[in-house]
């Protein structure tokens, strides 16, 4: 590819979004060696187990991100209503 004076050429990124997740299997090699040295070899399967979905996790955030704005609004209304009830 010949290059012609005054062409440039610059690198791009491009950011792409995950929209979906799709869970992992977890395995763990194991080897077992037998006093005779029969030798056994296999991928045993990993559960999980106390691990909230993403699903979950992220509908838990937001119940307490609502949580927290109407705690927030419900301060900022006490807090006007003193501000109105002292200035009579």
């Keep these: 590819m010949s290059s012609e004076a005054g062409e440039v050429h610059k690198n791009k ?3 792409v ?3 979906t997740t799709a869970p992992a299997t977890l395995e763990m090699p194991t080897t ?5 040295g029969a ?3 296999q991928d045993t399967k990993i559960s999980l187990t106390g691990c909230p979905s993403a699903a979950a996790a992220k509908a838990e ?6 949580a927290a704005r109407k705690a927030a609004a419900a301060r900022k ?4 209503s003193r501000l109105l009830h002292r200035s009579t």
């Excluded at 077992?32 to 005779?36: D, H, K, L, W």
């Excluded at 955030?61 to 609502?66: D, E, G, N, Q, S």
């Excluded at 209304?77 to 006007?80: I, R």
């Design 32 to 36: 077992m060696t037998a006093q005779n």
């Design 77 to 80: 209304a006490a807090a006007t």
């Design 17 to 19: 979004k995950v929209k």
């Design 13 to 15: 990124r491009v950011k």
């Design 39 to 41: 030798v056994v070899s």
């Design 61 to 66: 955030a937001a119940k307490k991100a609502a």
